[in-house]
């Protein structure tokens, strides 16, 4: 039973009106509570931003720096009360990067800074890395390290887009890995808040590639770089979804001309076309 | 209300254009319980028999269907139901629907009593010529006789369905014309649903008072120049949300033109700095 629904709601989740994903997927998890764990961490939702009480500046959240209500903030390690903005003190229970990986978490923190500072001009930008059950980081980059890439963007108050990258490291030997990524794009268009409207949803894609690594740092470059490439593949194909298939199908379903008008036309291009086959 | 009802009902309210087969059996599966059924009939049918709003939670819906034994469709909504059935002017019929099992039942060859389809017959005739050379064939409209003829009221139904190709879309629009004063306002719902490796929406809602038109024969002719107008308009916004928004959130190329140079050198680019290039 519990697989059928788990499946039913992942099902439904995925077609629902993707505006309303964060208020629909919060409502299967009321219905089929003992699913909501897996359903928070498979179901990407607009990305939420905090502000770091201690650093004062902002920093994305999801389900992969969360611990209950809080979430751990990449300037301070810390985490922080979702609800009153307090740094929680004893959080020894709660998951954080061992030392070395912690140090490659901020050096990731500052280089995607500066790839979201060329990209997007603005906007924030929070990567979270964790050690694999194998062991923890080490620093000539032979145990790898799992971790989520998130970049959002607003403008105008109305328009949005948040990227969420997940990837893996399994390294294959001492100079090669593979890096499997799943990437989202949350990409929600309109003129205002109000406005009817809308271009609203999410793309996903699922990229592995092999490259050679140096070290711990050098594993961090090559996400870097993949999910660069990756992001603009998905942006061309945002590009393409959401300004050419989208109104294909809007005059698709009324066309412009009349159809006779265009059944005409189409008889005429044939015609065109024997007579130049018949030259 | 009970909870789980107001669950469900924003579920169908939220679901997107195309077949309810998928949505419903996904709904059962959460629910797994025997009324089952009963509740989410009577949410689909409060749905489909609710006003078109702007606001998608509160908005009911129009459904296409097809009649049995035909290749012909007809029409469930709000603006052609009586009691508890609904009726369809053009085959002049009144008829109820199953909505776990998506078919038509109880057909009677009649219409309401107070409904008098015979003085639209030659505006139902240029509504279908309307819809027949812009509307692919699944599609449909109906004109209405208001009870005491004080006025009409035109539903315009076209799908185009494609779930191999994992999109569909549904246009819907709703005329009123007020005899007393010959306004006619207009109600128009798009909506497009592509769902390869993703879930995209395109949603628009306009309603507007579109003046008076004298005649009611020159109604149709209003509609066909307005619906016109209103998706090229709806084309011209999606371009703009391409040229004012989409390219203002993710540059396709970085702002210093070439590909970032990743690695401990990327300290050598500075935050917020002009680069080779230049910010534009």
Sequence with gaps: MSDEAYDASLDVLRRLDP???????????????????????????????????????????????????????????????????????????????????????????????????????????????????????????????????????????????????????????????????????????SNSKIDSTYLSGNLTRQTEKEIQFKDSASHVANIGSLIEDVETQMRNMLQEVYFGKTTDILTDIRSLDALSQRNEDRAKQENLIQKFENL | MSEVEDIVRQIIKTSPPGDDTNIISDIKSLL?????????????????????????????????????????????????????????????????????????????????????SNSVSFIQNQLNDYINSHFTNLSTGLVIPDENNLGLTFIIIGEKLNDSNFYNGKWISIYKWNSNDNQLSSIVKVKVHYYEDGNVILNTFKTENLGIIDNADNIVQKISDYEKNLELNTLQNVNELNEEKFKNLRRLLPISRSKIQWGRAIGNYKLGQNVVGGRH
């Design chain 2, 32 to 116: 797994g319980h025997a009324d089952a059924d009963k509740l989410i009939s009577n949410v689909l049918r409060e749905h489909y028999t609710t006003e078109l709003n702007t606001d998608n939670m509160k908005s009911g819906d129009i459904k296409l269907v097809k009649l049995n034994n035909s290749n012909d469709y007809t029409i469930i909504s709000k603006y052609n139901s009586s009691g508890l059935k609904f009726f369809d002017t053009k085959h002049g019929i009144l008829f109820d629907y199953d909505f776990i099992n998506s078919k038509i039942i109880d057909i009677e060859n009649k219409l309401p009593s107070n409904i008098d």
């Design chain 1, 19 to 189: 505006k309303s994903i964060t208020k629909n997927l919060s409502n299967i998890c009321r219905l089929q509570p003992e699913l909501a764990s897996d359903l928070l961490a498979s179901i990407d939702t607009p990305l939420k931003t905090l502000h770091c009480s201690k650093s004062g500046k902002p920093f994305l959240c999801c389900d992969y720096n969360r611990d209950g209500d809080s979430y751990r903030s990449p300037f301070i390690n810390k985490y922080i009360n979702e609800l009153n903005g307090s740094i929680i003190i004893d959080d020894e229970d709660a998951p954080k990067p061992s030392d070395h990986l912690r140090e490659l978490e901020l050096f990731a923190n500052d280089s995607f800074d500066i790839y979201r500072d060329l990209y997007y001009e603005g906007g924030i930008s929070s990567v979270y890395l964790w050690d694999k059950e194998e062991g923890n980081s080490s620093i000539d980059g032979k145990i790898g390290f799992d971790g989520v890439v998130l970049l959002k963007k607003t403008v105008d108050e109305s328009s949005s887009w948040d990227s969420i990258h997940v990837f893996e490291i399994e390294n294959l030997n001492s100079n090669f890995s593979i890096y499997r990524l799943t990437s989202t794009i949350i990409l929600d268009l």
